[in-house]
């Protein structure tokens, strides 16, 4: 399997922008994680997903950010206005059966001018 | 308010002798626990893990330590290797799905 795949790998945009961030989960996989990796606060769960279904954003910093999973293989991560704030390295994980043990993708680094 | 805490960033080892690597909790609830290895520019990798049931978990050369009236877990590497240099997380659960993670510490293997 290729494992976790996310794009783009590195995304600069500059500030007031839509910025949109894909996740290919292992396929089988029924949890889906996003992360955000910042210096000051470390890794952060920010949404987790069970069989397609939000189960828990209480982590989602404010409502410029929304994730959905469409379907089992791919969800996005959207910030929509983007702040130099976010800028951050942002982690897709995946897991099955076994929640805790989470396979992570390499990671997209974004940096909001 | 952390509760889950890394307090060395950084660790040194020779290579072929132990690294000793520490974690402190403070919420008692917390009943898994897990070791991440992390290198540069990839995600986090699944390394061990512990039940609270349980007070060790050996894996080859990596063994996870738990210490719960200490709130206590350390991660051994025996013998330390130069792909042993990472860092790693410490994470913990209560239960749910959510990973309480602490801030790592980079361990670094001198040839």
């Known amino acids: 399997d290729a494992g976790v795949i996310q794009s783009p790998r590195h995304e600069v945009t500059e500030m007031g922008q839509e910025v949109t961030l894909r996740c290919k989960p292992i396929?089988?996989?029924?949890?889906l994680f996003w992360y955000r990796q910042t210096m000051m606060r470390g890794l952060e769960l920010l949404i987790y997903?069970?069989?397609?279904?939000?189960?828990?954003d209480s982590g989602m910093p404010e409502d410029r950010f929304s994730a959905k999973m469409p379907n089992a293989s791919f969800s996005t991560l959207k910030i929509q206005p983007s702040e130099p704030r976010d800028s951050a390295v942002y982690f897709c994980a995946s897991s099955l059966a076994r929640p805790y043990e989470q396979y992570f993708g390499p990671g997209t680094r974004l940096t909001v001018t | 308010d952390q509760q889950v805490k890394q307090n060395s960033p950084s660790l040194s080892v020779q290579e072929g002798r132990i690294s000793i690597l520490n974690c402190d909790y403070t919420?008692?609830?917390?009943?898994?626990f897990l070791w991440y290895k992390k290198y540069p520019a990839e995600g986090p990798t699944f390394l061990i893990s512990?039940?609270?049931i349980k007070d060790k978990n050996e894996d080859g050369r990596f063994t996870v330590f738990l210490n719960k009236s200490a709130k206590h877990l350390s991660l051994h590497i025996v013998p330390s290797q130069p792909g042993d240099s990472a860092v790693y997380f410490c994470a913990a659960s209560r239960s749910n799905y959510q990973l309480i993670w602490g801030a790592g510490t980079k361990l670094i293997i001198k040839p």
């Open positions: 512990i039940s609270s």
């Open positions: 919420n008692s609830m917390f009943d898994y």
């Open positions: 396929s089988g996989h029924d949890y």
């Open positions: 997903f069970n069989n397609n279904v939000p189960i828990d």
